[in-house]
């Protein structure tokens, strides 16, 4: 299969490291040759990594790497595409400029995805004359770890589609679980829910994140907590799905102030160096505020 993914940062380099793991020709593309470049250099750093630790293969890093290229065009990326993924920020009209200009240059028959997490997959397909090749690929970050792929049918996905959605997620040794195009889909929506009153009852003062994510970790064999997961997605990407949810499914979705403060202190996780914790090189060595050292 040639696999076409739109967008070189984490999660579109993930999506193309793992499509080629399995053996499909891939074309990583985005707007800019240095953002072409870091993508690729993270798939090689990923791998390197797995090697390190005797998960790959010197001969599968190379396969691996030898199936993928990559390109600022993207027509160039999905002339030939079997499968489309775009990978790009969360917004709407972005991911449907995108869809656009994927069905004006891909075969007719290529399958259009998106990686959205939250999102109309049904309104990104309206803008397409065939919105029955449309479906959503939600992978979990980063890809090359997380076992989960979403497959969200739209409201105009063909059967066929939905099917061959399924064959690819298990070709590339992904669990596939397949839901219907709702706000916030299954996972979204039940993370996000939890997420959001774990920081409720930090703003309370019931725990501080630590000992509320010890309680999920240990207590639910969560294998992360809700809010260092928070700062690992981003506090930003958060505060952008709360008020998306807020909008479609109501108050329950009220994002806490607590949120909103650290967003706009931009304090928005492990990206930024501080979020809910303090980050240093991508570890987490602290909370931040008055809450304490982080004795885990």
Same mark, same amino acid.
């Given at each position: 299969?040639?696999?076409?993914?739109?967008?070189?940062? &984490?999660?579109?380099?993930?999506?193309?490291?793992? &499509?080629?793991?399995?053996?499909?020709?891939?074309?990583?593309?985005?707007?800019?040759? /240095?953002?072409?470049?870091?993508?690729?250099?993270?798939?090689?750093?990923?791998?390197? /990594?797995?090697?390190?630790?005797?998960?790959?293969?010197?001969?599968?890093?190379?396969?691996?790497?030898?199936?993928? &290229?990559?390109?600022?065009?993207? $027509?160039?990326?999905?002339?030939?595409?079997?499968?489309?993924?775009?990978?790009?920020?969360?917004?709407?009209?972005?991911?449907?400029?995108?869809?656009?200009?994927?069905?004006?240059?891909?075969?007719?028959?290529?399958?259009?995805? &998106?990686?959205?997490?939250?999102?109309?997959?049904?309104?990104?397909? $309206?803008? =397409?004359?065939?919105?029955?090749?449309?479906?959503?690929?939600?992978?979990?970050?980063?890809?090359?770890?997380?076992?989960?792929?979403?497959?969200?049918?739209?409201?105009?996905?063909?059967?066929?589609?939905? $099917?061959?959605?399924?064959?690819?997620?298990?070709?590339?040794?992904?669990?596939?679980?397949?839901?219907?195009?709702?706000?916030?889909?299954?996972?979204?929506?039940?993370?996000?829910?939890?997420?959001?009153?774990?920081?409720?009852?930090? /703003?309370?003062?019931?725990?501080?994140?630590?000992?509320?994510?010890?309680?999920?970790?240990?207590?639910?064999?969560?294998?992360?907590?809700?809010?260092?997961?928070?700062?690992?997605?981003? =506090?930003?990407?958060?505060?952008?799905?709360?008020?998306?949810?807020?909008?479609?499914?109501?108050?329950?979705?009220?994002?806490?102030?607590?949120?909103?403060?650290?967003?706009?202190?931009?304090?928005?996780?492990?990206? $930024?160096?501080?979020?809910?914790?303090?980050?240093?090189?991508?570890?987490?060595?602290?909370?931040?505020?008055?809450?304490?050292?982080?004795?885990?």
């Amino acid at each position: 299969m040639q696999v076409a993914v739109l967008g070189a940062g &984490s999660m579109g380099h993930g999506i193309a490291q793992v &499509s080629a793991m399995a053996g499909h020709e891939v074309v990583l593309r985005d707007i800019e040759t /240095e953002l072409v470049e870091d993508g690729i250099e993270g798939i090689r750093s990923n791998l390197a /990594e797995g090697v390190e630790r005797e998960k790959v293969t010197e001969a599968e890093m190379d396969a691996t790497l030898d199936r993928i &290229s990559g390109t600022t065009d993207l $027509s160039e990326a999905v002339s030939d595409a079997d499968l489309a993924v775009e990978a790009v920020p969360e917004d709407m009209d972005i991911k449907q400029d995108v869809f656009a200009d994927v069905e004006a240059s891909a075969p007719d028959d290529a399958i259009i995805a &998106s990686n959205t997490s939250s999102l109309s997959v049904t309104e990104m397909a $309206s803008v =397409l004359d065939h919105p029955e090749r449309a479906v959503g690929l939600h992978f979990f970050n980063p890809p090359h770890i997380m076992d989960l792929v979403e497959i969200v049918v739209a409201e105009q996905t063909s059967d066929a589609v939905e $099917s061959r959605a399924v064959d690819y997620v298990e070709g590339i040794e992904k669990e596939a679980v397949v839901v219907r195009d709702s706000a916030g889909f299954a996972t979204s929506r039940l993370g996000l829910a939890l997420g959001l009153e774990a920081i409720r009852m930090v /703003e309370q003062g019931v725990a501080s994140p630590a000992d509320i994510d010890a309680a999920m970790r240990k207590g639910y064999g969560y294998p992360m907590g809700p809010i260092e997961l928070g700062d690992h997605v981003g =506090l930003d990407v958060r505060l952008h799905i709360a008020e998306h949810l807020r909008e479609e499914l109501g108050e329950r979705f009220k994002p806490p102030q607590a949120l909103r403060r650290k967003v706009r202190a931009g304090n928005l996780g492990k990206k $930024s160096g501080e979020g809910f914790y303090v980050w240093e090189d991508g570890e987490k060595v602290g909370m931040s505020g008055d809450w304490g050292e982080d004795d885990e």
